[in-house]
């Protein structure tokens, strides 16, 4: 266990709908980080926030965006939804920036019809 | 893209027998960690090797990294049924991206009883 949780945890959704996809860090976790993972395939860094500022961005576009609150949630938000959008989303918090150990959640199964 | 190959993609091994996965990746790192998936669900965070270290130990795990060829082996000893999984080797490649891996595509490893 984690201490990681996200939901929904499946979730159909039409090609050009939007989405909103929600992780709840541990406990004192300031920097949370986001992953697409495709089928068959490693996951993907989409971007990191730290203290509720986006700090880095994988190749992802500017229709992947996201959010950080204070209370240790934050969202993941997928406009213009398009077929190759579907995977399992993972979000990935840690203790501080420095800290190089990841705790995973168990994801989001996003298909995209 | 991905920054980590794993070899072999799958594997299939009886119960008590060991398991021996690799890992090659493209750019200088400050470290590599293997996690493990079971069936499409959240990662989780098995060993953390610097690159200033060449070999460490884990309970029935050993990882040993070469930053000459850039490749690290990760060996799971006595492996048991419950050792089935993904196994992904992940790097960060730059001063300033904790949180920010990279991921290899994953080894399958199948252990029948």
């Known amino acids: 266990e984690t201490g990681v949780t996200q939901s929904p945890t499946h979730l159909i959704k039409t090609r050009g709908q939007q989405v909103t996809l929600r992780c709840s860090s541990q406990s004192g976790h300031n920097t949370v980080s986001w992953y697409q993972q495709a089928l068959g395939q490693g996951p993907q860094f989409i971007f990191q926030y730290y203290r509720e500022e986006e700090n880095g961005r994988g190749n992802f576009p500017p229709r992947f965006s996201g959010l950080q609150f204070p209370n240790y949630s934050s969202e993941l938000n997928v406009n213009a939804l398009e077929l190759d959008d579907s995977a399992l989303y993972l979000c990935?918090?840690?203790?501080?920036?420095?800290?190089?150990?990841?705790?995973f959640g168990s994801g989001t199964q996003l298909s995209v019809l | 893209s991905q920054q980590g190959e794993e070899d072999p993609q799958a594997l299939s091994i009886q119960e008590g027998e060991n398991a021996t996965m690799n890992c090659s990746y493209k750019?200088?790192?400050?470290?590599l960690q293997w996690y493990r998936q079971n069936s499409g669900r959240g990662l989780v965070h098995l060993i953390l090797?610097?690159?200033?270290?060449r070999e460490k130990h884990s309970g029935r795990l050993r990882v040993t990294l070469d930053t000459s060829k850039k490749s690290s082996s990760l060996l799971i000893t006595a492996s048991r049924a419950a050792d089935t999984a993904s196994y992904f080797c992940?790097?960060?490649?730059?001063?300033?991206?904790?949180?920010?891996?990279?991921f290899g595509a994953g080894t399958q490893v199948v252990v029948t009883p």
């Open positions: 992940a790097t960060d490649s730059t001063t300033d991206s904790w949180g920010k891996l990279q």
């Open positions: 090797i610097r690159s200033n270290e």
């Open positions: 990935a918090s840690s203790l501080d920036r420095t800290d190089e150990k990841l705790f």
């Open positions: 750019t200088s790192i400050n470290n």
